[in-house]
C-alpha cells in the first residue's frame, strides 16, 4: 500500500475510534466512572460506590495528530486513559443488589409500550436494562454492545434495528430479542436471561445455564432486580 494511502487508512481508523473513545466518555460522565489522564489509574468506581474490573484504551495523538488507540500504556509519551466496565457481571461487585436504587420512573412509556406489545413482564425488562447498562443509553461494552439492552451489532441487524443507539429502537429491538428467547425456553426467565448474556447457543451446549462465572452472576443479579422491579412498579 502506498504511503499515502496508508496515512488515510490510518486517518479513517483513528476517526471512528475517536467517536467510540466520545461514546466511553459519555459512559464515563453518565455512570460515575474514573477516566484518568496519565497513567493507568487505580481502576473504575461507579457513582454507588462499586469497584468493578475495567478495560482500558490508551490515547495519544502522534506529530502529525492522528489519533492512536491502544492497549497498552505508551512509552515516554504523554496518553489518556479511557476505562469501561461493565455494570451487573462482576462476581466481585460490591453493589448490594438488594438495596441499589431502582429505576421506576425512567423510558416508562417506551419500556410499557415494548412489554405490552411483545408480551414480556415489564418489570423483567427494567431489570434487564439495569443489569445490562444501568440505564445509561451511551453504554457500550468491549465486545461492542450497545444501549440501553445492549445489543450486539449482528444482533441489531437480525432484529432489523436500523440505529441501536436510538433509545426506542434499542428497547424495542432487545424486548423483542427477549420475547423471543422465552419464548425458546417456555417461559423460563433464568434460561432466557442466561442466553440474553452468554447466547442460546452456550445455554444449549451446557443444558442451562454455562458455566461462566460472569453469566451465572448475571442470572442471580437479574433475578433480584426482577423481584424488586415487580414489587416497586
Not at 478495560?55 to 495523538?61: D, E, H, L, Q, W
Not at 448490594?96 to 425512567?106: A, E, F, G, N, R
Amino acid at each position: 500500500m502506498r504511503s499515502g494511502q496508508s496515512r488515510i487508512t490510518t486517518r479513517l481508523i483513528g476517526l471512528a475510534a475517536a467517536a467510540a473513545a466520545l461514546c466511553l466518555a459519555s459512559l464515563a460522565r453518565a455512570d460515575g466512572m474514573v477516566i484518568s489522564r496519565g497513567s493507568a489509574g487505580d481502576g473504575a468506581v461507579f457513582s454507588d460506590g462499586s469497584s468493578v474490573p475495567i478495560r482500558r484504551v490508551f490515547t495519544y495523538r502522534q506529530d502529525d495528530g492522528v489519533p492512536v488507540f491502544t492497549d497498552r500504556a505508551p512509552a515516554n509519551q504523554s496518553y489518556q486513559v479511557m476505562e469501561f466496565a461493565c455494570y451487573a457481571c462482576n462476581p466481585r461487585s460490591t453493589v448490594d443488589w438488594h438495596s441499589t436504587p431502582l429505576h421506576v420512573d425512567k423510558y416508562a412509556e417506551l419500556i410499557s409500550s415494548a412489554a405490552e406489545q411483545h408480551g414480556v413482564d415489564k418489570a423483567l425488562i427494567r431489570a434487564l436494562i439495569h443489569a445490562e447498562s444501568g440505564f445509561n443509553p451511551y453504554a457500550r461494552s468491549h465486545k461492542g454492545a450497545i444501549g440501553l439492552m445492549q445489543l450486539m451489532p449482528g444482533t441489531a441487524r437480525d432484529l432489523g434495528v436500523q440505529d441501536p443507539t436510538e433509545v426506542h429502537e434499542n428497547i424495542d429491538g432487545g424486548v423483542r430479542y427477549l420475547a423471543g428467547l422465552l419464548a425458546q425456553y417456555h417461559g423460563d426467565v433464568t434460561l432466557a436471561t442466561a442466553a440474553y448474556n452468554a447466547g442460546p447457543a452456550n445455554v444449549e451446549r451446557y443444558g442451562g445455564v454455562p458455566p461462566f462465572e460472569e453469566t451465572q452472576t448475571y442470572v442471580r443479579r437479574v433475578k433480584i432486580l426482577h423481584d424488586r422491579y415487580r414489587g416497586s412498579i
